[in-house]
């Protein structure tokens, strides 16, 4: 299987999916502290469990910290993705926490998820 098979079926098997440096518990840079932060301010406000999203450690898998860059022809990580779809980094996740969009597109991430049940 193949790096990009890997992160295939993780973007597949999660609603959402954080790549940062560290885990949310214990961080290992500031933007990875700052996009997890803001991610899981928005999914108090959902019916979400924490079994729901995926927070990949990039630091453990240097094969998954660099495939992801080449994945989304991002160049850096935190890179959320929401649906399958690459939604940023920590800049644009605040700029969108600011103006209220992280929230829909995480409400819509679960209403969609338990409309499919």
């Given at each position: 299987?193949?790096?990009?098979?890997?992160?295939?079926?993780?973007?597949?098997?999660?609603?959402i999916?954080l790549y940062?440096?560290?885990?949310?518990?214990?961080p290992?840079?500031?933007?990875?502290?700052k996009?997890?932060?803001?991610l899981?301010?928005?999914l108090?406000?959902?019916?979400?469990?924490?079994?729901?999203v995926?927070?990949?450690?990039?630091?453990?898998?240097d094969?998954?910290?660099?495939?992801?860059?080449?994945?989304?022809?991002?160049?850096?990580?935190?890179?959320?993705?929401?649906?399958?779809?690459?939604?940023?980094?920590?800049d644009?996740l605040g700029e969108?926490?600011s103006?209220?969009?992280l929230?829909?597109?995480?409400?819509?991430?679960?209403k969609?998820?338990?409309?499919?049940?």
């Amino acid at each position: 299987m193949t790096v990009f098979d890997r992160i295939k079926q993780q973007l597949a098997q999660y609603p959402i999916v954080l790549y940062m440096k560290g885990t949310p518990i214990f961080p290992q840079c500031g933007f990875s502290s700052k996009a997890s932060k803001l991610l899981q301010e928005c999914l108090k406000a959902t019916s979400a469990s924490p079994d729901d999203v995926l927070y990949v450690n990039v630091l453990e898998d240097d094969e998954i910290r660099e495939g992801i860059k080449q994945y989304a022809n991002w160049p850096t990580i935190p890179q959320l993705y929401i649906k399958g779809e690459l939604i940023g980094g920590s800049d644009i996740l605040g700029e969108l926490h600011s103006q209220g969009e992280l929230m829909k597109l995480v409400q819509a991430a679960f209403k969609e998820e338990r409309a499919s049940y």
